[in-house]
């Protein structure tokens, strides 16, 4: 029972640099999310997606972007790093439909660390 | 959209104490409301929830009731253990009638349970 998994664990960047994180979830499930977590400030919506082929925005989406050409990953890439997205980033996963809707199942986390 | 507010951190408390993490919501209608947890080094997850008023949400000791009158979910549990130290957050849609997850969540309250 995997679940939700997330690569990689840890990463340092310098400012400017890219990368993508990747999750992958074996549940099956339609909506996908990531969320960025800072002390004081809860987990916030980065970007989210509906199924596969689409994604949409969520509360803080600038400086990232996402993908969704898969059902089972969600990829969160970062263009061009910067110290302001120093944080912990959680993918998550719920099943379309009202029995399980709400009802997130989340990643480990990636901390990412931007010099 | 629907917001949250959750009682502040750090709470410390000792081994056998009560409980309790205010947790109050603005909402239209009455959405599903929840807690998470998320123990140290570890992703979220669902700790108990409750999908309409005056429904009672329970697991592992824990408790919250929906109460609509004063618009509150908070956590309590009776006598507390180490184990449970943790961050806990309140949850819930950011839209009512929104069936596709999208959470939002509170700051998150640290509990730290001495021997």
């Known amino acids: 029972n995997a679940g939700v998994t997330q690569t990689p664990k840890f990463r340092v960047l310098k400012t400017g640099q890219s990368m993508t994180l990747l999750c992958a979830q074996d549940?099956?499930?339609?909506?996908m999310y990531w969320y960025r977590q800072d002390p004081g400030m809860g987990l916030r919506l980065i970007h989210y997606?509906?199924?596969?082929?689409?994604?949409a925005k969520g509360e803080v989406p600038d400086g990232y972007n996402v993908s969704r050409l898969k059902k089972q990953n969600f990829l969160l890439g970062l263009e061009s790093a910067a110290p302001s997205q120093t944080s912990v980033y959680f993918c998550?996963?719920?099943?379309?439909?009202?029995?399980?809707?709400?009802?997130?199942?989340f990643g480990a986390g990636s901390r990412l660390t931007v010099l | 959209g629907n917001s949250v507010t959750q009682m502040e951190g750090p709470v410390t408390l000792s081994e056998e104490a009560f409980l309790t993490i205010n947790c109050t919501y603005t909402?239209?209608?009455?959405?599903?409301l929840f807690w998470y947890v998320q123990y140290p080094g570890e992703g979220l997850q669902l700790l108990l929830k409750?999908?309409?008023?005056?429904d009672k949400g329970s697991n592992k000791g824990f408790e919250a009731t929906y109460r609509k009158e004063t618009t509150s979910f908070h956590l309590e549990k009776g006598s507390v253990q180490v184990s449970d130290s943790a961050v806990y957050f309140c949850a819930l849609p950011s839209q009512s009638y929104n069936q596709g997850g999208k959470l939002i969540f509170g700051q998150g309250t640290e509990l730290s349970v001495k021997p």
């Open positions: 909402a239209t209608g009455y959405p599903s």
């Open positions: 409750a999908t309409k008023a005056d």
């Open positions: 997606s509906v199924g596969e082929g689409t994604t």
């Open positions: 549940m099956n499930h339609e909506y």
């Open positions: 998550a996963s719920t099943p379309w439909g009202t029995s399980g809707a709400n009802v997130l199942t």
